[in-house]
């Protein structure tokens, strides 16, 4: 790959020349969503004018153009993701989505009384709710990996966790909250050994690292399409296809169906028996898009230049009389999650909206790690390629200003 030029990708991306509040914008939301570069933009549009129509089922040449696009789109995923083959790769509307699939068809089906699910302190809501929601519908328990104060999973007590009662572990690679990278290779070795299976929580990973789900050996691995400089309504599920072959169907309908009478139905094969319905099918080929363009910049590439802007931005803020930064693991990507003494999260939230500076202020779905660290909310800038040093510099500026007019009794606490 040619060497990353950061002021070539901006260019890409037609949104970062916004201006709000008489500033040239600086987009620090990469968590809650990503932007898109002219490439997706370009590819929906070609999609809607030239390949339109629903696939798989007419025999007329848009519907041929438009299951080759959608078709293409899941070859690149699977390329992305480094699966063995297309049938283990399933179109759905997001994360969300793709872990209540899993939860409610191979959970249902292997899920019993008794039985454990385990996850970690970290996890956003969607990676806790559908397992808690099948634990109570089976008699099964939830069992959390606990945190240290770094924000960093315990593995040792992870380990002591494991037990053949244990079903499946489902754990975040990077924590969308502190920004923490979990150790989830060792995750998914130990989950395995236990005998049980595992999913990996990629929302917040893709974008930010290579992603081998063969070399993780993961039994599951989700990700959106919005958190990857993709459209919005797309995202993955990944199985392994000997267990998605051992899965229900989530949905019944249209498209999953190879033959139906009013006596039974006999079901397609992976992927399809999980696609029910028209899916999302220009936002599936956006998606292909989106990938392509993060391998022509290269992932690797992405990942050193943000892993130096992440630390740039974490030297300047942390020393910032009133900061409290949260999440201090070693392995991060991308995250500062902090709150400034003095100020409500709001507060400060609104201060760099007014300098065009856009980042999350709330529990980011996250309620439980907070709370592990006595909080509620926290500001929460997150960076992508596409931030600068300069950007940063423009957001420290206006911590520092707050920080500097504190209310007196705020200061030297
Ligand atoms: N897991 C993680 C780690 C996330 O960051 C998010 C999005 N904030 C989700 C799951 C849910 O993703 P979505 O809202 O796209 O379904």
């Not at 970290?122 to 990996?145: D, F, T, Y």
């Amino acid at each position: 790959h040619p060497p990353f030029d950061v002021h070539a990708v901006r260019r890409d991306f037609p949104i970062l020349q916004e201006r709000v509040n008489g500033k040239q914008i600086v987009w620090f939301d990469n968590a809650a969503t990503t932007q898109k570069p002219q490439a997706v933009i370009d590819r929906l549009a070609y999609f809607y004018a030239h390949e339109n129509s629903n696939i798989h089922r007419a025999a007329h040449a848009l519907a041929a153009r438009a299951t080759d696009a959608y078709e293409d789109a899941r070859e690149t995923v699977r390329r992305f993701l480094n699966a063995s083959s297309t049938e283990e790769i399933i179109f759905v509307r997001g994360t969300t989505e793709a872990i209540n699939l899993v939860a409610k068809s191979w959970g249902a089906k292997h899920i019993g009384p008794g039985d454990e699910i385990i996850v970690s302190h970290l996890e956003h809501h969607a990676n806790i709710v559908p397992w808690q929601q099948l634990a109570s519908e089976k008699g099964a328990r939830l069992r959390v990996i606990p945190v240290d104060e770094d924000g960093q999973v315990l593995l040792g007590e992870y380990q002591k966790l494991l037990s053949d009662k244990t079903k499946i572990v489902a754990v975040t690679q990077v924590s969308n909250a502190l920004g923490t990278v979990t150790p989830i290779k060792e995750i998914v070795e130990l989950a395995h050994r236990a005998g049980a299976k595992a999913l990996v929580d990629g929302a917040q990973s893709v974008s930010h690292m290579k992603v081998d789900v063969q070399a993780l050996d993961a039994d599951f691995l989700v990700f959106s399409g919005h958190k990857i400089f993709g459209p919005t309504g797309i995202g993955v599920v990944y199985g392994k296809r000997a267990i998605l072959e051992d899965t229900p169907p989530w949905q019944g309908g249209g498209n999953m169906i190879a033959d139906v009478t009013f006596e039974r139905t006999v079901f397609q094969p992976p992927p399809a028996k999980f696609e029910a319905g028209t899916g999302n099918i220009a936002d599936a080929v956006g998606l292909g898009a989106a990938l392509e363009y993060v391998e022509r910049i290269g992932i690797e590439n992405i990942g050193r230049y943000e892993h130096a802007l992440l630390e740039y931005a974490t030297q300047h803020l942390r020393p910032i009389p009133g900061v409290r930064l949260v999440g201090t693991a070693r392995d991060k990507a991308s995250v500062l999650s902090f709150v400034l003494e003095g100020y409500s999260t709001e507060e400060v939230g609104k201060a760099l909206n007014a300098e065009g500076i856009a980042v999350r202020t709330g529990h980011h779905c996250a309620q439980p790690i907070l709370r592990r660290f006595g909080l509620e909310t926290t500001v929460r800038p997150s960076l992508a390629f596409y931030n600068t040093c300069e950007e940063v510099d423009r957001f420290i500026a206006v911590i520092r200003r707050l920080a500097a007019a504190r209310p007196t009794q705020a200061r030297g606490r």
